[in-house]
């Protein structure tokens, strides 16, 4: 009868459980469960799935993260967004900050947005009909569905590879993948679709020669099931400042007119494209060459009296086109290079600029149809 | 322990009549990270006794009197209190024992009441509606009542001193253990607690008290534990031990120089002394000493053993281990 | 001769030691003068950000003063996550030092063991003691601040940052609700705490090493280099109390803050147990 050693196993258990449950917090929960079983499905049938879904009622997290190979983490300090949804058009998102928060309610007929750091809420009323994801330019989702899918079949293949767990449900792995003759810097782009709703759960954006995504944007968790009427609805809080939006601040009012305005910038900037598929290199030729582009916008910053307003004085456009890209020449200038995993830009001295998620080489050839 | 193994106890002590023992420890023994406070001490206790643990400063008396409460571990050896052995069994005993070690232990921003009403409730003998009243008696028991309401921030040393001793006699006891009760008081003071020991003995309560003052030991203790460098040195009665320590006879006779003569002749050491002489009885007894000189015809007016003070005990045994 | 029958184990009744822990507790001046910096703080708090609050709306852009300045929901709440982080632990590590350290410096310690209070016994009511100040100095403090905010701001003014405007009974159970998790870190706080309270006699070492680890762990939580220690910093997730004040209750952060509290509680009493167990005392 020996308490004292009975009492010491008790605690030295409970030193050994409380390290060990410290550990499991730290631990990412669920990390590898068995992919599930599914009943085989085509990729058309996916697809044509997907396009004619309609989005139930739901909660759910979605979160982003990005592995672009950039100085600079892009979606770092965004927590993972909340998302809701009536299942009948009528959706909540949340947007946590470290203690603030930004939040939109969809309630049918207004769009609420509120921002508690500056206790601010915008209103947007758009009618009865304002969102209605079930048709675009006429056409029914299943139409565009299988378009859009003939479409990416001239480049790509497009097959549905095994399953996956994503936010702890089944689901069917869409991958598209460029054919062997596309000069692009992506492998494949991966969509998970839910094997139930038929959501997509999860878009997966791998590059070459990199094993994690370079591109994630998925639900972390998903409840499938009815929510609490009160989260579609808004009343602006006692104390905020509450701006109403007409229809005019958002969306022109002649959509002919909207294109019209769109096509004006586009061709003041000369963009156009060259290449096709995978290969679709977008370039541009700025108005005047980079360092009176820098005057332009030093002037912009000063007559703004903003915030770039006292630095705009030293802003010097070549040395921090150095620090970030790489200095290159060739029979169409020189200019600079700026690469990330899955995308690649060039700039030249005289203006002239192409992006595309392709290597350097395939901009090089390309910059030299912009005159 | 069950009630059929305290019968069975009862039982033993009765039919052989071995002096119950309140306190006895067995090759006790203390390290301090390779020193050694305290080793092979066998103590016992006998109850009703007030037993004198004398040591100098340093002796392991404190060491000693924490392992026999439980306070310390001991590194070795074993501690029993009325036969029952400890750890195991601190919560069937300790309720029975008071204790004052190392000086009184009190919160200095409570008032001499409020602190030993603190102590009472957790008393496990005390039932919570005696509590008011036994701290009462205790605070005047010990000559504080006046004080009580005052903050222990204030006291004197010697009502601290008073103070432990109050919470040690909260509850009335089986044995009571005092390290060093006296210490910071004035003549008075240790006048008072001598007299609680007495009044302690007097109930039939074993006392433990330990001191390196001899004559405090000599004036209050039945029983003597004399302690040096964590050893045992000596123990027994007080009795015992005074007559232990002196081997000589004094003789009153006139004729001095014929008496020791006499006792030579029959090979027994003697030496003159100013009314008579002083026998050394290391080799021979009393009654063997007067026949001797009954026989050789000298007249013995007294006999009596030679009374030595503790003190040169004390110095003996310490000086020579 | 006297009879050698031993009585079984005798307890003293432990709602009278438990009482008697608290009275000691609540007697002590320091206790006192910390709950009543406690209780002040909320209403200097809710008076002083609606000082400052002009001037900073004029700035347009809200910060979290003056967010709190009109909001009766997140007074409480902002009061509550300002004072876990020093005022809170400190009470908490005050009482615990004082409960074992501080008992054995003035060598009372030995007094409650040889009544006897068994070893373990005494953790347990030396940890309910911290318990209770811990608990019933966030209560009071999230209450007052509660009340403050209606009287300044107005039963209308319990604004979620999500925009949401709860009723007085919603925003009370999300008070409360705050408090409790709260309540817990302190809880995880005080198990460290009194296991190095049980492993000396200096109660300021106490309060040094406990109060010092937390702003060590502070520092660590900033720094991304050590980013796989952070899941194991009790502070780690004391931001995430703000959670509360999202409309509906981001849940996640505040379960797992909970659940590492726990794990802290667990481990510190575990360790003060074993301590307790073998110390001299």
Redesign the interface.
Known sequence: MNTKKAVLAVAGTGVLAGVVGLGVLAIPAGADEPPPVLPQISADQLVDSVANAKIPALAGKVSASENLGLPIKLLDGIGSASVWSDGQNRFRATLPGKSSEKTFVEDGGTLWTWDSQKNTVTKFAHGDKAVEPGKLAGKDPATIGKEALTWVRQYSDVKVDGTARVAKRPAYELVVTPKPTERTLLREIRVAVDSETRLPLRLQVLANGQSDPALKLEFTELNVGPQDAKLFQFTPPQGATVKEATKGDHQPKDPAEARKGFQDMISGLNLKTVGDGWDTTLVAKLPGDLNSLAGKAQEHANGQGGFGGGRGKDFDVTSLLKSFGKEVSGPWGTGYVFSTKVATALVTTDGRVAVGAVPEQVLTEAIGQVK | ?TFAE??A??GT??AVPTP?LAARTRGLRKLYRNTVAVDHVDLDVP??AVLGMLGPNGSGKTTTI?MM?????PTAGEVEL???RL?????????Q?G?L??????????SGR?NL???A??????R?SAIAKAVDEALERVGLSGAASRRYRGYSLGMKQRMGLA?ALLVPRRFVVLDEPTNGLDPAGTREVRTVIADLHAA?TTVLVSSHLLSEVEATCTHVAVLHQGTVVAQGELRDMLEASNAGLLVSTPEITAAVDALRDNRIPARPMPDGLLVDLTSTTAPEVVATLVRADIPVHEVHKQRTGLEDLFAQLTETS | MTAQVMPGPVRAPIGRLLRSELRWIYRRPRTLILLGLLALYPILFGIGTQLVDAPVRANGDQSIVAAVAGNALMLPVIVLSTTMIFFLPLGTTMTASDALAGEASHGTLRGLLLAPVSRVRLLAIKAFGVAVVSAAAALMTSLIAFVTGLVIAGPGSLVSISGTTLPVGEGLWRVLLATGWVIVQMWAVGAIALAVSASTEHPLLVLASVIGGLFVFGLLSTIPVLDWMHPFLITESWDSIVDVLRDPILSENLVTGLLRAVCYIVIGYSLALARMITKDS
């Open positions: 322990m305290a019968e106890g009862v002590a009765s119950v109850e009703g924490r409460l439980g306070l310390t571990t009325f036969g029952a750890p195991e069994a601190a919560q069937a005993v300790l309720p024992v204790a070690v190392e000086g009184p232990g009190f919160h200095p921003f409570l409020e009403l603190r102590c409730a957790a008393e496990p003998l005390l919570s919470a039939g």
